[in-house]
Nanobody, 124 residues
Framework: QVQLVESGGGLVQAGGSLRLSCAAS????????MAWFRQGPGKEREFVAAISGSDDRTYYADSVKGRFTISRDNAQNTMYLQMNSLTPAATAVYYC?????????????????WGQGTQVTVSS
């Protein structure tokens, strides 16, 4: 069983930045594909960014390209999401997810483990 714990959320003004972290338990972290999803009020959970376990290849939703950066530190079993130039549209609960088979997809159902989420609120 893998446990994921997000941190780093909070309240920020539009144009500001936040860095989210996702700490994972277990020894197999380096093999997992990892991803960030978010769910805004009244909306479905949507893909934000992902990083492969094999070669650290990164993938982004069009809405965050150029502003968000996903990364991972396998030695620390931690994944990050650096979010810059935030807008109120980014207000959501952000979840980290892990896919044990290492396959990166944009579909929530493809991920095996989830964190509890961290709230990000961007004020205008």
């Amino acid at each position: 069983q893998v446990q994921l714990v997000e941190s780093g959320g909070g309240l920020v003004q539009a144009g500001g930045s936040l860095r989210l972290s996702c700490a994972a338990s277990g020894r197999a972290f380096r093999r997992y594909a990892m991803a960030w999803f978010r769910q805004g009020p009244g909306k479905e959970r949507e893909f934000v960014a992902a990083i492969s376990g094999s070669d650290d290849r990164t993938y982004y939703a069009d809405s965050v390209k150029g502003r968000f950066t996903i990364s991972r530190d396998n030695a620390q079993n931690t994944m990050y999401l650096q979010m810059n130039s935030l807008t109120p549209a980014a207000t959501a609960v952000y979840y980290c997810a892990a896919a044990a088979m290492g396959l990166v997809t944009t579909f929530p159902g493809s991920y095996d483990y989830w964190g509890q989420g961290t709230q990000v609120t961007v004020s205008s």
